[in-house]
């Protein structure tokens, strides 16, 4: 999460504007109907913001600006797919502003780099691996639960040093040619995390899982009369 103070003008606003467009779009795309006529899935909406929000406040705050958590959006998105995940992650942004762990300035490109890109990589490897219609249970848990959160906590980390260096306001550590081998280190907690997860998720509660098939991955196995 990066501090508004580090951030230009320019970015500030084009960070709110994509950050408004994706929330509208989300409002617009989520099931409402289904939301309201489903307590369950209304349970479930809500325990995500309350988990984004308490694994949110596990965090190392730095006085340059920059504070590190984990992203947890991979089995939120799965949870709930992506509309409601991007807005169930917007309700925790705002609980943390009112702690002041948010900057209110911020939230914009925070957003574009916390929620739209997980949530994104997410989906698109959701996407993908239900075009393949796999029939292993362990294709789903590896490539829609523990590779997405690894490459979104990837791209979140490109991203931000990709805006902090377009900015210019941050100086870069002496040690950041040496920062691919640190990379590892956030990568594999975030797939550990999000895939631990979904495999809970899968094998004591399938039907939470707005992604998953159940029909295809825990089918009977076909034998011979």
């Known amino acids: 999460m990066i501090s508004a103070e580090l951030l230009s003008g320019s970015s500030l606003l084009t960070g709110w504007v994509i950050y408004c467009l994706a929330l509208s779009w989300a409002v617009i795309r989520a099931p409402w109907v ?8 209304q349970h479930l909406l809500f325990g995500s913001v ?3 929000f308490l694994l949110w406040l596990v965090r190392r705050d730095f006085e340059s600006g920059l504070s590190f958590h984990f992203i947890g959006l991979t089995a939120v998105t799965l949870l709930l797919d992506w509309p409601l995940a991007i807005l169930a ?3 925790a942004q705002l609980g943390l502003m009112v702690l002041g762990h948010q900057d209110l300035g911020a939230i914009g490109m925070n957003g574009i780099l916390l929620i739209l890109i997980p949530v994104a990589v997410t989906e698109t490897c959701a996407l993908l691996v239900e075009r393949r219609q796999p029939k292993n249970l362990f294709v789903y848990i590896f490539f829609s639960g523990f590779f997405p959160a690894a490459l979104a906590a990837l791209f979140c980390i490109l991203a931000s040093l990709g805006v902090l260096l377009l900015d210019g306001r941050y100086l870069m550590p002496p040690w ?8 590892w280190l956030v990568m594999f907690p975030e797939a550990f995390i999000n ?5 809970a998720l899968v094998v004591f509660y399938p039907d939470w899982l707005e992604t998953f098939n159940r029909s295809r991955y825990l089918q009977a196995p076909w034998k011979n009369p």
């Open 34 to 41: 289904e939301l309201f006529s489903d307590t369950r899935r």
């Open 195 to 199: 895939g631990t997860a979904v495999t």
């Open 176 to 183: 950041l040619d040496d920062f691919a081998g640190y990379i």
């Open 89 to 91: 992650a917007f309700l």
């Open 50 to 52: 309350l988990a984004i």
